[in-house]
């Protein structure tokens, strides 16, 4: 029997912060950080990586498959698919498929930005993927594709900010959420920057203080009853 309360924990594996950086401190100095933390907690994680990432630090990749995390897909570029045409789309996507696939099996999808052409959709179940985790639930959406044959859907429940805000303001909102609950993270957060001039909802209470949140975020969930599983499982569990 499915659990009654489900949570989903994804990370967002891409560089530094963009469009604003494109350095790789999230993945070099945060990714370990947060690695330990969801041993440490026994959170299986979903992680949408970059092709980009893959190539330039496959050994993350393979920490990540072996922490017996998901490894899921984020795009090549982390380019908003918005700005694409159908082809450029569906070779990003393949591009990044080809990589991804040497470490594991890859069926969730996340567009960057959370930003993605529902006229699109149709690209991703040709590529295989049974999932899709492109929505955000706080954003306004276009109407769902509602072909036969596409993936499941996934809303990101909150962005990823909210997990940083305090205890007071962060609880009750969480409290308001209705399972399944689709929190996300960059690696980014984990590392300090809040004296780059990135914007403020990305660089406040980054490094250690949003490591100490994330941990009280997920205790949050689990005292309440939610299990915490991964992407790839959501068709099975909703059904």
Known sequence: MPPSRIAYMTVDAEPDC??????????????????????????????????????THPGTVTEIVAGGHELACHGYSHTNFKTMDAATARDE???????????????SFRAPY??????????????GFTVDSSRG?????????ATAGMPFRLDASVTSSVLRIPHLVRDPWFAMLK??????????EFVDLTQTGIRYDCRFRTGQPALDRLRSALRWFKTRGFEFRLVHEAP????
């Open 18 to 55: 963009p469009p604003f950086l494109w350095t790789w401190r999230g993945i070099t100095e945060g990714m370990p950080r947060l690695l330990a933390l969801l041993a440490e907690e026994g959170v299986p994680a979903t992680f949408f990586t970059t092709g980009a990432t893959a190539e």
């Open 137 to 145: 639930a706080y954003k306004r959406n276009e109407p769902r594709n």
């Open 114 to 127: 959370l930003s993605f052409p529902e006229a699109y959709v149709p690209i991703l179940a040709d590529q």
């Open 179 to 188: 399972s399944p609950v689709t929190l996300f993270v960059h690696p980014w």
């Open 93 to 107: 996507i393949a591009r990044t498929n080809a990589i991804l696939r040497r470490h594991a099996p890859v069926t």
């Open 236 to 239: 099975t569990l909703a059904a």
